[in-house]
């Protein structure tokens, strides 16, 4: 018992408690159970005991219908009272007969009182039926008869049969005392036994248990003060030996999840930082250089301060370096143009993959003589729709293997800057988009007023039209009048003509004017030509453009 574990000498312990409990318990049970018989006994004697009371009344009233019906003047209704006084009686009897707790001297008894008072009634129904002649000489005598059955014999046994269940429910209730003695002498022993099991348990949990955990606490207090350092003494192989072991493994355990939360916080306060240069109104050249900057201040990573970021362009078949840190000249030129699968930011590009080098080794195609032995993380910028947009570079110490804190940090990192880089794609064909549609408006609006000008034109037409008709008769009539002077009729022509060319110009504007369906025939192409270039003679005199016409006739 000395040498047992704390969980064996618990057991143990329990194991007495529980067997004392179980026993004490069950005669708990035991005497409970027996004071319930006592009193339940104890309700059906007192019960039987009023019962009989009951019944010395009933006998007692049972006579009193038949004396008071041989008393001149009594009322009428007497026959009823006893018929009413011999039912409760009679009632009596069958609520006796039922009682279980009823013994057989009872029964006799019982059985002797109901007899008589039947012999009773059969004299009081005699008395009830005498004429009234003769009910003064005959009733005494059978008044008297019924009394010596009724009151001598079946009340006198009713007396007795009282005082025996009198006995009997005195009986029973000096039972039901002992039993609620017995009941407290029982609480009484539980409550002493535990008393003394829970001195018993105290002592020993203060010795085995609290005193060890009171220095566990102790060494508790001091880890949360920040004393990551604390160790506890390993006395004991039992379970607070154990559990001084894991308290051990538990503070260091902190100590590594400290680490890990500091790291974490720097990482969401570098993505952090990253979103919020996202929402600057700069441009996205700049935007790239303070991102792969910013990238680069991360206090855990072992990383070179050189990369750059590369965009596919010209149709997905090139990456692009679109901003960079840290990188000499050279590779600037050497790396500005890349095509997809090429060294390994193209290969990243190419399979969605981190591609990472520990060393200037043969996956680096692109070399130059100057470039340092580096190592490299070549991240792929992959959209939501698993489309690469582009690569993200890190240099980082040469020798140092990748591991998968770095590369899930890495890929944060690359997933922000897709977010970014979709969304000022996004912003640029929107405004695109924007552009398109304000030119598209300003088409629209243009050629409401070509439209609107050709319904002007073509009132304006028709308007001087009707001018011209009459100068043309004027004209006409002119040359007719003044037929003999040359020099008038040729001016006459010349009116003419230029009415005509005037009216052929107003004529295919206003043709031109009219919105008509397309309908392809073949025509003659020399009148079309001939009447477009009537609609523009004056912008080819303001600019000196002669007119060379030399028109196939067949065309």
């Known amino acids: 018992m000395k040498n047992a574990s704390i969980q064996t000498k618990i057991g143990i312990l329990v194991a007495i408690f529980l067997i004392e409990v179980f026993f004490l318990t069950s005669l708990l049970f035991f005497t409970i159970r027996t004071y319930e018989t006592s009193v339940s006994t104890f309700s059906r004697e007192l019960e039987k005991l009023e019962l009989t009371k009951d019944l010395q009344v009933a006998l007692a009233n049972v006579i009193m219908p038949a ?8 009322e009428t209704n007497e026959m009823e009272n006893f018929r009413r006084a011999a039912g409760n009686l009679e009632r009596l009897f069958t609520e006796l007969a ?42 005494g005598q059978l008044m008297e008869a019924m009394d010596k059955v009724i009151i001598g014999g079946a009340l006198s046994h009713a007396e007795r049969f009282h005082e025996y269940a009198r006995q009997r429910m005195l009986g029973a209730k000096k039972d039901t005392q002992g039993a609620s003695k017995t009941i407290v002498f029982v609480i009484l022993a539980i409550v002493v036994f535990n008393v003394f099991f829970v001195v018993v348990f105290v002592i020993f949990f203060k010795r085995a248990i609290v005193a060890p ?29 154990q559990l001084s072991i894991a308290f051990n493994e538990m503070v260091e355990r902190r100590k590594t999840a400290e680490e890990e939360l500091k790291t974490q916080h720097q990482n969401q306060s570098i993505l952090n930082d990253l979103l919020k240069i996202s929402l600057e109104n700069i441009p996205f050249k700049e935007m790239l250089e303070k991102i792969i900057d910013r990238s680069f201040s991360i206090p855990w ?57 520990s060393s200037l080794d043969a996956q680096h195609t692109s070399v130059c003589n100057d470039m340092p032995a580096q190592g490299r993380y070549c991240v792929p910028i992959m959209s939501a729709d698993k489309k690469c947009l582009g690569v993200i570079n890190f240099c980082l110490q040469e020798g140092r293997q990748d ?25 640029e064909s929107l405004q695109k988009a924007y552009k398109e549609l304000r030119e598209t408006q300003e088409q629209v609006i243009q050629g ?5 000008i050709g319904q002007l034109a073509s009132g304006i037409a028709h308007e001087v039209r009707n001018p011209l008709a009459i100068i043309m008769q004027s004209a006409d009539y002119l040359e007719i009048k003044l037929n003999a002077d040359k020099e008038i009729t040729e001016v ?9 060319r005037a ?18 025939e073949p025509l003659n192409i020399n009148p079309i030509i001939e009447n477009s270039l009537l609609l523009i003679p004056q912008g080819f005199m303001l600019e000196n453009v002669e007119v060379v016409r030399t028109l196939e006739e067949h065309l």
Do not use: W
């Open 213 to 241: 955990i009171a220095r566990l606490h102790a060494a508790t207090l001091e880890v949360m003060a920040g004393n990551l350092n604390k160790k506890i003494a390993i006395s004991s192989n039992n379970e607070i030996g």
């Open 98 to 139: 039922k009682k279980e707790n009823t013994d057989n001297e009872e029964k006799k008894l019982l059985a002797q009182v109901e007899k008589e008072y039947l012999q009773g009634k059969k004299i009081a129904l005699k008395i009830f039926n005498l004429p009234d002649v003769i009910r003064e000489r005959e009733g």
């Open 403 to 427: 591991t998968p804190q770095e590369r899930e940090f890495l890929s944060a990192i690359a997933n922000v800057l897709a977010g970014i880089i979709e969304r000022r794609l996004a912003d």
């Open 301 to 357: 990573f072992f990383l070179e301060k050189k990369g750059g970021i590369f965009l596919i362009e010209d149709n997905g078949q090139f990456l692009k370096l679109k901003a960079h840190v840290g990188l000499p000249v050279q590779i600037q030129e050497m790396c500005k143009e890349m095509p997809l699968g090429k060294c390994l930011c193209g290969r990243a590009a190419l399979s969605g993959h981190i591609e990472f080098a």
């Open 492 to 500: 006459a022509h010349l009116i003419k003509d230029n009415i005509k």
């Open 67 to 74: 004396n008071d019906f041989l008393i001149s003047g009594s």
């Open 503 to 520: 009216d052929n110009i107003i004529c295919a504007l206003v043709d031109f004017s009219k919105v008509t369906q397309l309908e392809l």
């Open 448 to 452: 409401e007023k070509f439209k609107a």
